[in-house]
């Protein structure tokens, strides 16, 4: 396996343990990605730390510091965070599991691939997978993260498992101060069956194949012109919104529209030809 893993330690189910590694499951490498230029000397620009008082100073002589008041901090070096050893630093223990449908989505983060080490944790950790399998739920744990105590969401997937970070309570924010503000309308009937048929004609199957990032193809074209010393640009028309008066007729029009581009994606019948009839023969004359 070519990439380095996230996090590695324990995973733990009772009394049942295993050694397991934690690999990041996305990627955003192939991405466009810029940096800072003084255009003058086309020079990249380093970010130097620097010392209000004394000028540069090396990133590794620095420390942590948490601010207790105005100027005032309390210092912290590597020996003092790793003082701070909780069971979830190096073991992601199993302390409950929950049907998938009582998970709000809202609390799902980022995506990590957990997977046996190898030598004698594999067989321990089939175990917990097919009991996991057999039950038909998701495991809740916790694990010290990147400076930070999670909590996992971890699901089966395949051979391995799937562990997502979970927000906490507190980070996510509540929808009714959002959405208490919208105000009640009670839409027309004929209005919402249009949009449902609308909805009927877009119906697909989830393929991620098919998502692209459009800005980011856009600016490697531009980075392509740029190179070239040419131009280009991108620009959408915005939207218009649409009134009450023509909402009706955007919602026909809309039907209509997706009526005549599946009809257009639909190849046509090929019929195959019939083959020529063969001449009768001529009649005797009768004598």
């Known amino acids: 396996m070519a990439a380095r893993p996230t996090w ?13 590694a934690l690999y990041t499951a996305t990627s955003s490498t192939a991405h466009v990605s810029f940096h800072l ?33 105005k100027d005032e901090y309390v210092l912290f070096d590597d020996a003092d965070f790793d003082k701070v050893k909780l069971d979830s630093t190096r073991t992601i223990s199993i302390d409950q599991f929950v049907d998938e449908k009582d998970i709000d989505r809202l609390y799902l983060d980022s995506p990590y691939y957990l997977v046996p ?20 739920k998701i495991a809740i744990g916790c694990l010290v993260l990147r400076g930070r105590e999670r909590q996992l969401a971890l699901e089966v997937r395949g051979k391995g498992l799937v562990a997502y970070a979970l927000r906490a309570h507190d980070e996510v924010r509540a929808a009714e101060d959002y959405f208490d503000d919208i105000p009640e309308v009670k839409p027309d009937k004929d209005m919402v069956e249009i949009a449902a048929r609308i909805i009927g004609q877009k119906e697909a199957d989830f ?42 007729a955007a919602l026909r029009n809309s039907l209509k529209g997706q009526a005549s581009g599946s ?7 090929t019929t195959a030809k019939k083959a020529p009839a063969k001449k009768a023969a001529p009649r005797k004359k009768a004598s």
């Open 207 to 248: 393929d991620p194949t098919q998502f692209t990032d459009r800005y980011d193809d856009a600016l490697r074209d531009m980075i392509k012109a740029k190179q070239k010393g040419g131009k280009a640009t991108v620009e959408a028309p915005e939207p218009g919104d649409t009134n009450v008066i023509d909402l009706m």
């Open 8 to 20: 590695q330690g324990h995973l733990k189910l009772s009394l049942v343990t295993c050694p397991v």
């Open 37 to 69: 230029i003084n255009p003058d000397t086309n020079n990249r620009i380093r970010m130097v730390p620097t010392d209000p008082d004394t000028g540069p100073i090396e990133r590794s002589d620095l420390v942590k510091g948490y601010e207790v008041s």
């Open 263 to 269: 009809r257009r994606k639909t190849p046509a019948k």
């Open 117 to 136: 080490e190898k030598g004698v944790g594999a067989e321990a950790f089939a175990v917990i997978r097919e009991a996991m399998t057999k039950a038909g």
